[in-house]
Nanobody
Framework: QVQLVESGGGLVQAGGSLRLSCEAS????????MKWSRQAPGKQRELVAG???????FYDDSVKGRFTMSSDNAKKMVYLEMNSLQPEDTGVYYCGCKLRGRDYWGQGTQVTVSS
């Protein structure tokens, strides 16, 4: 079955960086549209970044210029490089994919940015 396992979260000071990883399994990676979302405490989940096409990536305005999404298709891995982190970036980050019209999400990894 589809499995998405995130890692790389943690506690970081404002201005710092983290790199999130997502290991995908159980499906043909090239057939899926990969994405990252996050949920801050008390807020709804929001889409942070996602592939629009193999060479185009959507970024939410709040992370443009600071976050970079990438993938390694051979390893079935997706990454989210996060720089210049701010306290408002705190939340649980989820790796997701859209496959045959259905969304799948991992369990999430906690990112906490202290001021």
């Amino acid at each position: 079955q589809v499995q998405l396992v995130e890692s790389g979260g943690g506690l970081v000071q404002a201005g710092g960086s983290l790199r999130l990883s997502c290991e995908a399994s159980g499906f043909i990676f090239n057939n899926a549209i990969m994405k990252w979302s996050r949920q801050a405490p008390g807020k709804q989940r929001e889409l942070v970044a996602g592939f629009i096409s193999p060479l185009r990536i959507f970024y939410d305005d709040s992370v443009k210029g600071r976050f970079t999404m990438s993938s390694d298709n051979a390893k079935k891995m997706v990454y989210l490089e996060m720089n210049s982190l701010q306290p408002e970036d705190t939340g649980v980050y989820y790796c997701g994919c859209k496959l045959r019209g259905r969304d799948y999400w991992g369990q999430g990894t906690q990112v906490t940015v202290s001021s």
